[in-house]
């Protein structure tokens, strides 16, 4: 897993010059196949408040996803309802990725998406 804090207005390929928010991307992986959900961060969150705020997703590393459903289930009210929807979108994703994976050859390799993420991460946390 993953999360990654960036600035919108650095990104390619967005054209909206009135946005100044920070926001923020969560990867969750299984194999070669990943799930992926965006989120906004607080004005004037710092690193620190990133690590912080995502620490509570590191009980997950290793489940596979009946385990992590189950997870989920059992505490939402440690993830609260805004992480609680992000996950829920990442994994939904992964779910559908995986489902596809058998069928699709046009899928970025992990090295490509973590150099790209990266290109334009102002704080990155994996766990």
Not at 56 to 69: E, H, P, T
Not at 88 to 106: F, I, M, R, W
Request: aromatic share 12%.
């Amino acid at each position: 897993m993953e999360i990654i804090r960036y600035d919108m207005r650095k990104l390619p390929f967005i054209e909206c010059e009135q946005v100044y928010r920070y926001c923020g991307l969560f990867k969750i992986s299984c194999g070669h196949v990943h799930g992926f959900a965006e989120f906004e961060l607080p004005e004037g969150s710092h690193p620190p408040d990133l690590v912080q705020w995502a620490s509570v997703f590191r009980a997950l590393k290793g489940m596979d996803i009946s385990q992590v459903m189950h997870y989920m289930k059992q505490h939402q009210t440690l993830l609260g309802n805004e992480r609680m929807l992000f996950l829920h979108e990442a994994v939904s994703h992964l779910l559908l990725n995986l489902e596809q994976a058998s069928t699709s050859d046009d899928r970025l390799s992990q090295e490509e998406i973590r150099t790209f993420l990266m290109q334009y991460a102002l704080t990155y946390y994996s766990f």
